[in-house]
């Protein structure tokens, strides 16, 4: 087991690192000049060389990934080139509006997802359980910006029921939250009902018929236990998607995040910013894995850590 | 210059004669405005710093000209320049020294009073290039800044603090955009020890002379400014408090303001609803419209074959159909014949231009000997509407025979492409055209037009280059006397008018700007598209709601 989650943590570290070189390789291979931006279009060729050096952008490729990589050790994302800030100040005060939205985001897609999926397995094979995999299958495609504006226009516009964007009360929080949470429910019914349909095909399901027990006994004492954790250990995976999420969501919705801190930092080539919430969520993401895998033989003791 | 300085001109000739240059009386305050209330502001994007050495975006430039103040600024919703935190100033006859008189008793909003010592420390920091301000470049002309850049001295030798209410400036040119250049928000004057508490993040506790004070800032979600209420101008500014809320989509912007929970999209109306907002009386009616000091053009690279010959640079002049373009963005624009928007000092009302006419166009590539056309590439910026306009402009340049693939890029990649001499045959500038620094012709030349942007990395990316030009522009710029602004504003005409001739570029059009604003708000139509104070002069407008 402590061999195990040492190799684990090893490996991802590793990946990390791996991430870091390579968007610090592309993001030095665009042939956008930062330091052409920082000077401005007036600029002398004189003051844009001098700002270079300062950034010590003029030296080669390895030098500036190993300062960048001992910065990091401390704890330094460097300055943002655009805002002039610390972006370690900027993803800080940003992370807690994007983890909140995570936690509403969990939550809506296991009401949503785990309702959808049980009713699904519950039914299999009737009108119910098509409509409900066809409707799961929508959830899983459609667009996450076209899933926003619509939410957006119908509850916040036309119903008036909450806040047309925005940040600060639990009203703020639902739009977004169903935003992502109907994308995720769409994987998580599809899992449930396969998962409820494997526990409900086990011989001690028979068995417990057999004893006469009643349908909604077997289902929720029952069965439902047993099916939903293996799904439960899922989120730790989810985050990965979760992360590719928030960049189009928070900007729909106007959610002080540091998926809308990426994109605008991607639109202005903001170099320091989009390399720091690269590796924030790459370490979200590596995290979730690497919790959903030491979780999971707890959960469900048929798996085993080797 | 025929417009700029209109109200100064003849006070200024005369005091001339005199040997000072005295000024006007404050603007009067609007007779109909209430003071107090607060307004809201929404922009998608993050306030990037409101460090006036640093900030250099049209989001962040009226923010900044709020908390800020310089030695000259310009009359609210106009381009005619003016003293501000000047009481009056004095231009030697050689054109070559600049004498300011301060305003006594501004203060700054941390309670001391600013002093010509303030004004020379916030000059020497603008160009110390460690400060990285991009807008370093400016102050070219003051004695000494080459040292300054080049890190030999800490000090601009030619800024001379008098006693604490003079500073003079000598020259190492005569310079007429020199009182320009001391209202654009580089040379605003910042408290030393306020920097110098802050270091790097001066731009997030700004702290200045302004109208408003800064009173809040939660990284991604506000920014908040107070009246400052020891602004030297009495009676201004009318609002209590501007809000500005970041992070929110034009889209779902324009929806808060239908339902009256915010004062100004500050990102204007989004293109896919401008039609519907304009065809709506009761929105229209909001609406305000203006000019912008502001230019789009296709630049053609003249030292790539076959763009190195003029009758081809005049073809495609005569190739594009300028108005369909302007039709393509919901007429936001209107149509362009030279470098110069309309509302800039200097516009030829008079000249016509290369006229839409294919078979002329067909006529002067066959005598270029491309009868046949040619091949070519067009870059172009990858955000609405541009690539659009860029296919308008393939089918034009198509129609004569010139087939041009279409290089959709990002913003930087684009600006790359053009500041390498071998980079990109054509581009449409859309999304990165040329919007002025301040309101005077020369500031279409240097950098976008002259031989001082012909380098690499720089913004001529038609790579033009004319040597005589270049030596009129700054005969041109050496007249400072505002008595012969008209006499230089002509000069700059004929300039823009031999450029014309050679054709480096194909001017399309200069955007209309559109505010919208809630039904609430009061002042002047000009505050809202102001053409300075970009996008709206806060310190002037204000709401009818107040009691």
Known sequence: MIAYLGRRVIQSLLILLGVSLITFALLYLLPADPVRQIAGRSATPETVENIRRQLGLDQPFIIQYWHYLTSLLSGDLGRSYIQRSEVTELIVSRLPASLLLMVGAILCELAIGLTMGLLAAVRRGTATDQTLMVASFVGVSAPQFVVGLLLLY????????????????????????????????????????????????????????????????????????NAILPVIAMIGIDIGIFMGGIVVVESVFGWPGIGQLAWQAIQRVDIPIIMGVTLVSAFAIVLGNLLADTVAPFIDPRIKLR | MKKLLTSTVAVSALALMLGMTSVRAEDAVDPNAKPGGAITITYKDDVATLDPAIGYDWQNWSMIKSLFDGLMDYEPGTTNLRPDLAESYEIAPDGKTFTFKLRQGVKFHNGRE???????????????PKTQSPGAGFFGSIKGHDDVAAGKAESLAGVTVVDPYTIKFEL????????????????????????????????????????????EWTLGQRVVFERNPDY??????????????????????????????????????????????????EQKARVVEGGQLHTGYITMNTTMAPFDNV?????VNMAINKDRIVQLINNRAVPANQPLPPS????????????????????????????????TQLFAMNTDPNPRIAQAIQQDLAAV??????????????????GDKAGAPMIWSGGMAWIADFPDPSNFYGPILGCAGAVPGGWNWSWYCNK??????????????????????????????????????????????????????????????????????????????VQ
């Not at chain 2, 020199?178 to 040379?187: E, G, K, Q, R, W």
């Not at chain 2, 522009?473 to 050679?502: F, L, N, Q, T």
């Open chain 2, 344 to 375: 800039m000092p200097g516009y030829d009302k008079e000249f016509k231009g290369y006229p839409y006419d294919v078979a002329k166009a067909k006529a002067l590539l066959a005598e270029a000997g491309h009868p046949d056309g040619f091949d």
């Open chain 2, 232 to 281: 030297w101008h009495k009676g201004l500014p009318y609002l209590d408090k501007v809000s500005f809320e970041i992070g929110q989509e034009p889209i779902v912007a324009l929806l808060r303001l239908q339902k009256g929970e915010i004062d100004i999209p500050g990102d204007g109306i989004p293109p896919a609803k401008f039609q519907e907002v304009m065809a709506d009386p």
């Open chain 2, 311 to 315: 009758k081809v640079r005049q073809a």
């Open chain 2, 468 to 545: 005589d030009l270049d030596a009129k522009a700054a005969e041109a710029d050496s007249i400072v006397d505002p008595a012969k602004s008209a006499e230089r504003a002509k000069m700059w005409s004929a300039i823009y008018g031999k450029i014309m001739e050679d054709a480096p570029w194909v001017p399309v059009f200069n955007e209309q700007r559109f505010t919208m604003k809630s039904a609430r708000m009061g002042g002047a139509d000009n505050l809202y598209v102001d053409p300075v104070h970009i996008p709206i002069n806060y310190d002037n407008v204000y709401v009818t709601d």
């Open chain 2, 172 to 215: 190492t040119r005569p310079d007429a955009t020199f009182l320009h250049v001391m209202a654009i928000n580089f040379s605003h004057v910042v408290p030393k020890e306020e920097v110098e508490k802050y270091g790097a993040d001066f731009g997030k506790h700004p702290v200045g002379t302004g109208a408003f004070k800064f009173a």
């Open chain 2, 114 to 128: 600013m002093t010509a010592d303030d004004v020379k420390y916030s000059l020497d920091r603008v160009t110390n």
């Open chain 2, 401 to 418: 025979g010139i087939k041009a693939s279409i290089q959709s890029l990002a913003q930087a990649n684009v600006i790359a492409a053009g």
């Open chain 1, 154 to 225: 119908v509850f916040a516009v036309r119903l008036g029921w909450f806040p047309i964007g925005g940040y600060g009360t639990w009203r703020h929080l639902v739009l977004p939250s169903l935003t992502m949470g109907i994308l995720g429910a769409g994987w998580y019914a599809r899992m449930m009902r396969s998962s409820m349909i494997d526990v409900l095909r086990q011989d001690y399901m028979r068995t417990a018929r057999a004893k006469g027990l009643a349908r909604g006994a077997i289902i929720f004492r029952h069965a439902l236990p």
